[in-house]
Every structure is written in C-alpha cells, then in structure tokens.
C-alpha cells in the first residue's frame, strides 16, 4: 500500500486507527530500507510476515507475474502446479544468465535483487562469523563438492597449466571426487601425528615437496580443508598460504562447516592476511541450517569468484539462495552471531560431558584440542576386553546399537594399529550407519588404506560426535544417554549374534 | 491413519460415517499402490491433496523428522527458519551420497524414495512424449547448461584422450560455454541453408570432416541440438546418429526444450533406434513447466547416466527434483500428452495467425517448416521503408515496444547480409529485451559472426516468436495484437528521437 | 515497498529492470485503489498473490502484529500455535466490539477494514444478483438460521408485544427452530397446491386470517422463503410483501440460498420495491461457495440491519468474513455473474437432461415450473410396480444405492397421499442419506405431519435433486449416469434383502 | 499409507531404510491410537506435521473431498477460491446438522469426529485448569457474549417462566448485552467494598433479596462473573451456588477468561461442588490464546450444555472448533498446564515488579488479593499534583501516551469519589485508547453510573494492567519501563495543550 491509500481508507473506518495502520506500515518500510541501504544482516532477526512480504512484493516484479504479461519466449517462467508455484512464491525464472551466474535477468528483476541482496547479506554473515578478510561472495545452487569442482574448473580456465590439485588427505569423499570431477589429478599428502595430542595435522613439508615434484606451474592449486572429524584437525590454513605465496601456486579452502567454528574462521581469515589464498567454499546447510544444496565461494578479491560465476554455463536454481535469504533475513546479525557464540559453549559444555561419561564407561577422550566441533571416544577397551582383533570388528555393533535409538551421525572407526591389516578393496554396505576404517577404498583410481580414518594406521578405533551448529544441550544429553546404555548393552553381549545383518532391535524402541 | 484407527473412531461417531471415511480413505491408498508398482505416471492425475499426504508421509521417514532423534553429525537436516522448512516440507537432506547425487541417502530414506519414483515418472513422461529409446534417466538439479558439462566431464572420465567436442553451432550460449566450462575445446561446425526454405540446417560433411581433422580419437563428442530459435531447424539428429556410430565419436544431443515438440523427440528417437546416441539432456522448466534449476540426462543405455550421476561429487538440492515430482503427478498421463497434443495444435493455429497478421502488416513469415516452436518474421521491409541501413538498426525499437507492451520472449535480430558488415565486438546493453545479430560476438575464446542468428550472414532481419508449451490462445491472440500495434507505432515513427535509451512509453501503459 | 525504496535499489540491479518492478507495483497499487474508492467487486478478479498482498498488509495494521507490541488488555490476540496463526493471516482479533458486531476495533485496524470492505463487497453482490433495492447489510459469522434468531430477537427489541411469527410452512428444520430459539411462537401457515401443476405455493389467504386471528400487533413478523427443495416453490414475496405493508407487519425473508437464482432474486426485488420487506438473510456458502458459517443480512434500509449488529453480544470469529472478502475479491464482477448465468443455463440444461433419462426409465418429471434450483422425479411407477405400501417404503434403497455410488445430496421423499396413512413420531434414523417424508415429526413442541415433503399430504413419492451454483455439467451428467444404474439396479430387486440395513455395497465400488 | 505399501517401495531403494520409514510411521500412528482411545490432551504436544497429516486425513473423509463425489443437494461444501479452501483444509461443511450443532454430519464424517474429539480434549483442558467438576461440554462458534445468550434461550425454553436475570455488576458491555439480546430483563446487583482492601466484591445479601424480591420462579438464572478488571474481584461464586441451590434458581457464570487463573477455577469448582452451577462459559481466545470467535460451555451433567447445543439452530463454522483443536493438540497436556503455571508465577512477578515501579513514581497499587489476573495502580496522586477536578480529566493522557508507545490493553479509569459527580450520558469518543468511569452509561436502558468502574463511586482514579496467559515477563518488563516513561512525561506536562485530541506523538517513536 502506498501513502494515498491510507487516505482513502479514512473513509471507511476511524481516522485514527487508519494512522494506526499507516505508522505500523512504516515500521516495516525502515526495515525495507535499511536492508536496501546497509545491504547486511539486520540489527534484529525480521518476522515471518515481513520476510513473506518482501518476498512477495519482488515476485511481483518479474514478469510472469505481470499482470496481462504475455510469453513468445521459449522459457517464460510458467509454472503448471500451483502447489510448486506456491512454494517458490511465484519466484520461478531461477537465477543468472546464460553468462554469468550470478548476473541479473532482464526477465526477473525481482528474483535478481534477491540474488544481489544475498549475496550482501552471506558476505556480511561470512565476515561476522570471523572472516573480515572476505571481500567477495557468489551463493551457488551446488553443495559443496560441486562447488569444489566448478572452482577448480574457473581455475583452470585462468590457469592452463595446472592439472594437479596438491591435497593435504581428508577421508570425505566429494571433497576428494571434485578434483577428478574436474579432470584434474589429485596428489595426497598424508597427514601427521601432532605431538603431544592424539590429532593428526597437515604435512606441511609433505606439501611443499610435493608441489616441487611436479613443479608449482603445474599444479593448478593446493586445496586444505578447515572442518573434519576428529582426530584430524583443521590443516594449517595460515602456513599453508604462506607457502601458497611463496610457491606462487593458488590456495583453495575446504571450510564446508567451518563457518560455524571460530577456530576455522579464524584460521581462515589470518591465510587471507598473510599469505595466498584465492577462494574458500562453505556450505549453506551446514553452516546455516537450510536444506541441503547450496555452497558460497568466498574471497578476499572479486576476481576467481567472478570467474567462478561466470564460468558457470546458464541458469541455476535459486531454491538455495532463497532458503539463504530468508534464513539470514529471520536470524539477523545478533540471531546469527548468537548461535554461533551458543555451539562454541556447547561444545566445550559437551566436551566436559563426554569426558565425564567416558571415564564413567572406563573409556576416554582422545586429545584433540584444535578440533571445536568433532569429539572422538577411544573404544579400543571394548574391543580388547576379551579376545582381540575379531571382536574390533564387532565395535560397529555400538553403531547400529545407536542408531536404533535414534542417533543419527555419529561414525564409529575401526583402524589398523600397523600396516597391512587389512587389504580388503571394499565399500563398507550400503548401511543404515557409518562405519569407517580399516579397509583399503579406491576413489577415482586414487587407493587409500583405511579409508575413513583420515590415515593409513592409527592407534586406536573410536567413535566420533559432533556438536554442530543449531545442536541444543537437551539433545546432546539424550546423546550421552543413550550412548551410555548403547555402551553398557554392548559389554553384556548385546549384537554377537546378529552381528552379520542389520541391527534388529526396533528403531525407537 | 491405520485400519484399526478407523474401528477407535467408530466409538466417536456413528460407525456408518467411520466406514464411509475408510473408503474414502482406500480410494487415496489405491493411488499410492498404483504409483509404487507402476512406477509411471498416473492415469488421472492427483489431486494436491494427495500429492501433499504422500510428500508429508516420505518427509516423516527422514531422520531429521523422526521423533526424538538425536543428531552428533555435522549434517543433521537441521532447518532453523519455519518458513524455509514448510516450503520443503521437512524435506532438507537433499539428494543423493558423497559417490553418487543418484543414490540412496540412509539419513534420508524419504527424500531418497522420492528421489527413485521420480526418475521412473520422469523416464515414463520421456517414453510418452515419443522418445520410447529412453531406457534410463537421471534428474538434477542442475540446468542445462551445467548438466551438459557435467555429462562433458563424465564422458572425459570415460574417454581421457577426448578434447574436442564437434559442435554444430547454436547461437544460445550456456550451450557452447558449456564446453569450455568442462576444459574442452569446441569445434563449431557452421550451419548451412536449406534449399527452398529460409531455413538453416545441419552441415553434416561439414561435421565428418571437422572429425577426421582432429581424428576420431581425440574428439570426446559430437554435440548437436534439437530445439533452437527458427530460422535454425533441429539438428539432423538421425543422420548424425549414424556417422557417430560409423566414426564411433560419442554423440551427447542438447534437446533442451525439444521433449514438448514430437518434431524433436521423433528426431532423438529415430537417432537412438538407428544410430549412436549417448545420451540426451532436457530442461525440466522448459518442458515440464517447473522453476528453472533441473535437467533430465536420459539416454537409451544406462552407461553414461550412471557415470554421470557417479561423478557429481557430493549431495545436491532436492528442490528441482521435488518440482518435477509435484507436477509430473499432478498432470498424470492424460495431463502430459494433453499439453503435449494442445501445444502442437496451438502451433499450427499460431503459425497460421502469424501469417495471416503478417500479410496485414505488408510482411512475411519466414519458411521454416521443420521448425513447430519457434517462427520469423521478415522485417526488412520495415527497415527499407525509407533509407537504408541506419533503419535496421531501429528496428530494435520493435523490441522495446513490445516489451513496453508486457510481451516478454521475442527476439529482433538484425542480420548482416554479406560478410564484413559489421565487425564490433560488444554485448548488446544489459537490457529489458533481446537483440541479436548483427554484431561479433567473443565467447570463451572463440567468435562468432553475427551473434545471434545461427550464422555469419543472413538475408534479412527477422523477429522470432515461440509457441511453446502452456502458452495459451488467448495469450498468443494477444501478442498478435500487440505485435499489430506495434508495427504500426513503428511505421508511424514512435521511437525515432529516444533510439539510444531503453523504451520510455510506460509499461503496461 | 514505498517509491523511495525502488530507488535504492536501482544500485542493486540495472535500473531498467527496477523501473520494471516499479511499474508492475503500480498495476497492484491500482488494484488497491479500486477497491478503496470504488468499493465493489472488481472488473477483473483479482489473482491469489494480490489478495494475499492485501491481507497481509491489514494484518500489519492490527495491534497484535505491531513490532514491539506489549499487551497488558486480557485479550491481545495471542495466537500460541503458528499454525493457526498462518490460517488467519495473523487476523487474530475478530470482528466487532462489545457494543456492535460490525463496529470498528480500536486494537484491530486492519481487521476492521477488511470487515467493511466486505460488506460493500457483499452489498454489491447482492445487487448484481438482482436485489438492487438493497442498501445496507452486515455479514454475520453465523450461518442462515442462527442469523435469522438474531434478526427476530434484534425485531423483538424493536417490537417487544410481537411474540408471534406467521410462518409459511418449510420443511427445512432450522429454519423453524430459529423461530423458537428466540423464544417466539410460531403460526404455521400451510402450503397450497398450484393449480395445473404438482407445485406447492404461498397460502396468502391462510396468512392473513392467520395474523388477523392474533391481532397484527401480537405478530412480530412474518416469515417467507424463497429457495426450497421441490415440489415446493418461492414464496410469492411480491404479494406478501403488500400483504405485511398493509397490515404493517414486519416482514423477514429467509433467501438462504436464493441469491444464486435470478427468480428468488426478483421476488425478494419486487417485494422492496413494492411492499414491506424489513430484512432478507442469505447464506454465504450457498451462494458464494465459501466453508459454512457465514450469512448475510439485508434490507431496503439499515435500520434493521444496524439494529442486528448492535444487538450482538460482544465479539465474534472473523472466519467466514474473510472467506467471503476473499471469495469475492477473487470473483470479481464477471466471475460472480458468470456463475449466475452459468448456473441459470446448466439448471436448464439439467431439467431437460433429467426429463430425458426419467422418461427412458418409466418415470416422470414433476412440473414446478417456479423453483428453478431443485427438480422432482415422480418415483410411484417404481413403488406400484410390485404390489403396494411396504414397496414405497424400499424407495429410500434408491437413496442408499445413490450415495454408495458417490452421490450426495439426493432426497427420497415417502408421502402419504391421505390423512392419516402414518402417524409415528420418529426421526429417521441418523442415516448416510437423506428420507423425508411419511412421518410425524415434532419440533420444538409442533408437530409436522409428513415431514419433508412442506405438505400433509402429497400426492406421490419423489426424488428431488438440485443444480445449484458451482455444479458442472460433467458432474451433473455423472449423476444421472449413476441415477440411471441406481434405478436398474432397483428393478432388479436390488436391496430387498438387506433393506433393513445400510446399504452393503462398498462406497465407490 | 499402509503397510503394504512399504512392501512395495523395498523394490525402490535399500529395504532397511524403508524400514525405517516404516517405523516412523508407527511412532506417528501411536499417537494417532492414543488421542482416539484416551480422548484426552496428548502427554507430550504434537509436531506440526502430525497434526497436519491427522487434518489431512479428516478432511478426506468428507464427501467434498471423495474422489468422484457428484453432490446435488443445495449445499455440497464446494469452495472456488484456492486460498479459502487451504486455510480450511478441505475442511468447508461446517460443524453440526439442523437439529444441533454438535451433532453428526453424514457428509462431513471427518468435520464430525474433529468435533467430537474437540469436545473431549476441551473437557480435560478444563479438568486440568482445576474444574475437575465438569462432564460435559460443547465448543461454540460463538464467542463468550453471544454463548451466554444462547445459554440464557436454552435455559428458557426449560424454564418458560424466567425473565429475569439477576447479575451481579461488572462493567463489561457484551456480558451484559447478552441478558437483553436474550429478551430478558436484568436486575443489576451492584458490588460491596471488601473490608480491609481496596476491592469491590459480590453482595451476596442483595442478590438474595433482588431474588425473592421478584419470586424465584421468575428469575431466569443468577449470573456471575469470574474473570474481570481490578478491583473488583471474582464472584463469590461457591457461596452464590450454595444460595441457588437453596432458592431452586439456575446458575450460570461468565468464566470469560478465567480458565487460566487457578483462583478462578477453583471457586468455579467449589459452587458446583457444593451448589448449584447449571453452566459456565468460558472463551477460546482469551484462555487458549486462538483467535476471537469460540466459546466453550461446560457443566456438571450434561442436561443444559445438550440442551445448547440442541437449541442452535442450523449448522455453523468450523474455524473457532478447528483452531481451539490445533492448539490443544499441540500443546498437549505438560504445554497447557505449564502455561498456567508460567502465567500464575508470571502475575506474582508482575504485582511485586509494579509495587516497586509505583512507589518510585510515588504511587501505589490498589489492594485486590483476590484478583490475581488484573492490577491497579492510584493514579490520583498525579492528578492532584496541580488543582483539582480537570487534572482527573487529564489523567486519560496517560493511556494515549502508553498507546503511542505500543502498550495496548491498559485503562484509566476516572471515578466519582460521591454520587452525583458526573451525569452526562456519553459515550467515550470511539478512540485508540480505553478510557473508562466517571460517566453514566445507558445500555438497553438500564443505567450505570460512572460505568467502567463496576460501581457509581470508587474513592479514586487508577489505571488498570493484567497479566495474561501468554505474556512474557520480557513483554511486561517492556510495560513497567513504558509506564515509567509516560508518567514521567505526565509529570513534566506533556500532552495538556494537546489534551482534547488524540494523542499527537508517533506511533513507535
């Protein structure tokens, strides 16, 4: 409603309640303009209704929401399900160009400030979370590792040369198949014990040698990553990109859900300071608890961001940058800056937590302080408590035990002490619950002994929890809990039988 | 709600009503059991109702909606705004594992089911519109444009010595940047006129002997093109099929918006049956009028689509996925080939209209008979009404005017009859309409003569129009009337003095 | 959005496209103002996502969602489950205040625009039906009946000696007992047959000595109808509209569902125009196909209708209000006369279908030329054809078998074509159809002698069935398909046995 | 779906998930068995989803929604506009059949059982609120004013020669309207100071001689009131029951909102534990916090509530049942009485927060121990800090200066401290702000002196607050610093030249 209409309604009702009306409009207008003024998260989280509204009045401005619009193009937006039209809200020209991306439609000038606006905000959430340094963003409809991938591919437009991608190991596979996705060749450094902890931590000479070998023109870049499972810990961002500009190689970052964690913000943000690093990619689900499906590549320049998105062939969904949007919009800065302040106590809160039921159990914590958000249980007292190897492999059993109690995520490890115990090439079946470790895993042609384990040999099998992002303490207790009775079931015996199949206690009983 | 529910409610009301809500219930439950033995598309289509009880039934077997579940993952399907969740329906693992954007999820057994029927529904639709070749198919969650490359990329894991894609060229540019997004080099391969029409064709000796240029070996595919802008005509699909398979070259046809037209899905059909087709990719918005954001690689073996589903690193949006579900339900069989039948109908109405109009307006259709989507008119005559070559460039004014009109989707493009004419190389202006022709245009690398037009020289200037699926006689009557007006406003001199800025006439006005 | 705001977003985006949305605002904002000046249906029916613009901004104006409001009344519209908050579009507040049910809200401005807006609408939709003699109604969350209490209580204040109400008899039961609800006698007036047809009409004669008997002064109003199943017809408005101005006798008319009937509309017209009409009430799910719950009530002049909604105790639901201003709004002008026109032909259309299909099965059409809504089938043929009484009674197997084959709404009517045939005072048992007719029944301490069929005594059984607004031709051409089996399959014998019983075919079967 | 269906989708992905899935479903189900057996609020609320898929499920239980339903009576429960329908859910016949309105419908099973499992969860609702007392109950579409008249018409019919309702006075229009609305004629009662307080309470001596003053037999009902602005106090509701029972005199109480205070509730049980109570009626809204439009009337025996249910005449809407289900159902038990326990801690909160703020502002709370929803602060000191009478007047300042600060609920109320004082019969001008006392007020001509203060004299002036189900403390603190600032800018003379109009400042400034 604009000015005059409120002088219109006047007539119908009470003059006074009309003003009313007309000063709460306005309430909702000055958050319309700060946004479109400070282009960053608002000073306070926006309700549902106003978020719909805004939503609702940029719809309105792509065509084929025009009143009488009539269509000859061969793509016009039409959308035959109101069911599908409804939750998109009329947003259906998706986003970019065939050019870029990231650029604007001339046929959805609506859909298009959405992206812009996103963009401001996700750059804005990026640099609250830690991470000053980022002076460029693109929110791209791929998760992660196609993310990864189109990186590397924008890469290698600006870079001809390169064809191998120098890669401190992480057992995460789609961080792995992007770099073959891409054609590219992957040379793992493998990671090192960190004394003193129980962590394992980049090889930063392994690195540097590596790229030496082949000769730093040809490799297209070095890619670490921030946020893993413990015991690995995040790679050395910082004196990664020292070496990265010194080598003059570029340096490409894995921070899937690093954005969450102040440590991996912080490690980020000092490799953008004081070294090289050309783009860090994080995940939006993971990081800002929306549906599965979108990344940002972020930099401290325009430049590989811009070459990402237009390098990017045609237009693209925008589910993902609208959950961002409407995300970021509904937190606002103190929404975000809070859950982010709130999983840092968490965890440390969980961290104690874990310790104190482990001892309770006859278990420990293993020590891997530079990791903030994944704990590990050595398990390895279960597995010995009577008779050795064939009983480690019974461990998966304290799996399956949680996730018929409803615990989803946990991975329980199962690692060879020494080489070559074990050569089998398998994928572990397709299971209701992770189990990693032990067997030797061929991805892209590439082998890796003990897949799972981030290592080749490692001392002990383990269990490892996460306290994520949007986690609560209500839950994480039920977690410990449940991981206790899982646990006391397991030392009575519980699953040697039925340890072939799939669990067979019923789910939630 | 269970059988034995309904014997609870009997204690509640008269039991008579209890029975009649059982039925009422067992007709919805006949559906589902259609759907899940069938697997292809109804025979009437759903009602939303049934549509959402079946999305709300799936969303609940995904771990992040049970009840009590507790997540120690880094990835739990946490979902933090309401509006966000609701508009996915709980749905927010997204699709697919780190090996494969295809496969099951076991956090997410729903999404995954969901994921599985909608690539029967999508392949049965495929069968319907006439391609009965297709024997799989994958859907993602990527356009086309992306989804080329990635089949580009999948195919170069397949074929590592291939670089060149021979391509017959195809003035739509997420298309050719498709290529060069996946490394490769393009070898465009020139259009040639086809006598007695003013259509351009394939030039298929032009194709072999690109091929042998560079030898079989070291070309990853033959790229050709169904649905495009007339005066271009769909590649020979057929013909190029059999070279494929006599040079044994992999042949990847774009049929982006060519499943709606049987003209297209008879020629990708013929070129299954006879020769070599690799696979075949389709926009989801453009046929199935859905928000942008999905493509369907089909192809008549499963080989390529597996591998391509295989390389896709990481998990993806579920939300094009969950679109095309909705829709492809919600017509049903009846529904599908109903708009399929109404639009080729609507073209041939449209076709005859547009000549009928044009004659009026002392112009001429172009003569593109194999083309059933897209129709020219002939604007020269606008151009020479006074003197010569400044007065083409006008005629862009056309273009503006429609738009200023609400008509979204025409296309002027002006055309340099001999070689020379026009050498700049510059994007037309981020502007409200399409104008193409005329002018050099540089993409990734290589030029392309008068961009826009299919070709370096063509006779004459034309504006092209679509009839393409949902749009609607009325609609189309419309932009007759608004094209009528249109021309007269030109030939009256609307324009003249504000040639060099964007349209001022009102929109709508 | 406010002008200034497209403003800042022109740094956003091209400004071309801004411009763009800026007009398509303004396509909106006409809408708007339309509605404000005007204030009747608009002359387009306007989309789902303006209505939902409007609503959402009016919910902004109520005190409930101001931002920061804090409430310390007992009544603030805290609404706790979100749900049920998005299903009233944040109205949470009603309608009404304590001392007027269409008062304005000081809390709640928005909600008391929406609730004047829809009386003009509703105003305006009565006159379009025909009613232009109305000049001021108030739409009530309370559907036909309760509306009617109310309407005589609000009478009663005005007239307190009135404790009479001369009631033309109506075999519709809330209708009657509105009368006693409010604690007023009634004065049943019998039907009279018309001659030359098998229709019932108005008594007038039996009215006036009926009012003449108590004295004019002791009757508070006299009480027509005009929609009603056949055989009975309208009221004759007209003339007992003469009749009441004479006698000054208040006059109310029960127009339930006769908006929809250009036939009821112009004796409800006529009798304004030409005697003494006080109020006439119409349902607004009848007649606008909104949920039950609402009606209208309207008259020649607002004292009655004021008086109504001053009489109202206190606040009320704002659900059927809404539905109607969304209804209405979505029509529009065309829409809502369309439906009229469309209803008036398939009504046609329908009695002829009916005559057709009666004839082919050995039964007649009854002739009741004035009720152009509800239609009669002679079903005595089927009765006589065996061998007497107890066969008229199995003619409610035909309702049965009806209703098991997904037809509603059908009514098989027993009546006795003498005094004295049947005199149990029984309700027919709570049944999944409707039987009238045969038996005595007592209402509120009247007794009713074959109740159902408005008469003592009528010559035949029958079967009435309605074409009322919103029926398709397709559905009512399903219904004389399944009306066709139903009466095979009752000459077949069908249903003897489990007569007593519901009947056993499965629904849908 | 049902079991065998998850048969059919192990064919589709990994049988273990579908078992998953499968068991899921069954956690759903239990609740579904559990609300249909117990017929009570669930032990834990309901998720959102489960409530929508139980709606889901009704809804397809009612004829309109039957695959293939024909309907061709006058009313099939078809809606035309989309929107409508999905805020209903499919959910469009309404409650209720002509001959009562909590009765069965045949075509609307699903309406029918939604509103008999209403019935039960309201009935423990109020159980749980501590009137352990009541065994029947009916849900009303109607909100508490107009439920207490179709109390009063239902009481008559069963007691023909009532006419009189003796009411003990409380200055709430809608509660007094609905004596008059009735018919009936009110005897005021008016209130007795509490010795040793500052509260105005029942005058037990009074309402016994205004009995026996017109002969029992002539009194409808004694009406009471629970709930109500400060300071005047809860009826003495056990002893007026004992004093009914004695004088064989029904017994109704307006439990507006006194559901939520266990003050209230307990009296409520005592009278019909130990007297007469033959009905009280309590509000939706203001105890559920749904929005305005129901009222639930409950009893000790069924006779009366059957008897309302059973006078309403014709069907009504379903949206005030619909809402008040949702909400019980997602509260389940622990979330309703955990509101009232929050609400009663709350309020104790509240009255030491205000004590404190008062005595800063050098005012003090009025002394009302038995009023435990709503408080009153002196404000006389403030208007005699300057001279006299007028400042009173001034005193209304207060509340526009509260309103423009976003505080709605609050009142000033003007007294007379001796009879006499103030004479004009106006109404307050229909303003933003409450402002009550000191006039007389006719209201169906019966006067009330210095209306609003529930007595002719209160001895000063005082500004009432309450502390309502749903308020936040941070909501109330938000008050008390509001409060502060307004009476500080009272003091500094704010608002006397602007005194005559409505309050200048900005809404939110």
Chains 1, 2, 3, 4 share one sequence.
Request: aromatic share 6%; glycine share 10%; charged share 25%.
């Amino acid at each position: 409603m604009l000015p005059q209409h409120f002088d219109l309604l006047k007539g119908l009702v009470n003059p006074n309640y009309v003003e009313q009306g007309a000063q709460a409009r306005n309430s909702r207008s000055k958050h319309f303009t700060a946004l479109f003024t400070q282009r960053r998260l608002p000073d306070v989280g926006w309700k549902e209704d106003d978020i719909q509204a805004l939503l609702d009045e940029m719809a309105s401005f792509d065509t084929n929401n025009f009143e009488g619009n009539v269509g000859v193009g061969e793509r016009e937006g039409r959308v035959i399900s109101d069911l599908v039209r409804r939750r998109h809200f009329g947003l259906t020209h998706g986003i970019g160009r065939s050019g870029d991306v990231m650029a604007e439609q001339p046929k959805a000038a609506g859909s298009s400030l959405l992206v812009q606006l996103t963009r401001y905000l996700a750059l804005d959430a990026i640099r609250l979370a830690g991470i000053k340094a980022a002076k460029a963003c693109a929110v791209l409809p791929a998760a992660t590792g196609l993310t990864m991938t189109l990186v590397f591919l924008a890469l290698r437009q600006m870079r001809p040369e390169g064809k191998y991608v120098v890669w401190s190991r992480i057992d995460q596979k789609s961080c792995f198949k992007a770099i073959g996705a891409a054609g590219l060749k992957p040379i793992v450094v493998e990671l090192k014990p960190i004394e003193g902890t129980d962590a394992l931590g980049t090889d930063l000479e392994g690195m540097r040698s590596a790229i030496e070998q082949v000769g730093a023109d040809e490799v297209l870049c070095i890619c670490t990553t921030t946020s893993t499972f413990a015991p690995r810990v995040p790679d050395f961002i910082d004196e990664v990109a020292v070496m990265a500009q010194e080598l003059q190689v570029p340096h490409v970052i894995n921070n899937a859900y690093g954005l969450q964690c102040s440590k991996c913000a912080h490690l980020v943000e000092t490799g953008c300071r004081r070294g090289r690093v050309d783009a860090f990619v994080q995940s939006t689900d993971k990081n800002f608890m929306v549906p599965v499906g979108g990344a940002i590549v972020a930099a401290p320049s325009a430049a590989l961001v811009d070459k990402v998105s237009g390098l990017y062939p045609g237009r693209a969904s925008m589910s993902p940058v609208l959950d961002l949007f409407i995300t970021l919009l509904s937190l606002g800065a103190p929404g975000w800056t809070g859950l982010l302040q709130e999983r840092k106590e968490n965890a440390k809160w969980f961290e104690e937590r874990l310790g104190t039921v482990s001892s309770k159990l006859g278990l420990r914590v293993l020590k891997v302080p530079a990791n903030r958000i994944s704990f590990c249980i050595d398990l390895s007292p279960l597995g010995r408590s009577t008779d050795g190897a064939e009983d480690m492999d019974h461990l998966t059993f304290l799996g399956s035990a949680l996730f018929t109690r409803r615990v989803s995520g946990p991975r329980v490890v199962l690692c060879t002490p020494k080489p070559g115990a074990a050569t089998l090439d398998v994928e572990t079946p397709a299971d209701t619950i992770k189990v990693k470790g032990k067997y030797q895993k061929v991805i892209d042609g590439t082998p890796f002994e003990c897949y799972g384990a981030h290592t080749n040999f490692y001392p002990c099998c383990y269990l490892t929890a996460a306290c994520a992002i949007g986690a609560s303490r209500k839950e994480m207790d039920a977690f410990l809990e449940r991981l206790e009775a899982a646990v006391q079931d397991y030392k009575n015996g519980a699953g040697r039988k039925e340890k072939s199949g799939i669990a067979k206690p019923a789910l939630g009983s």
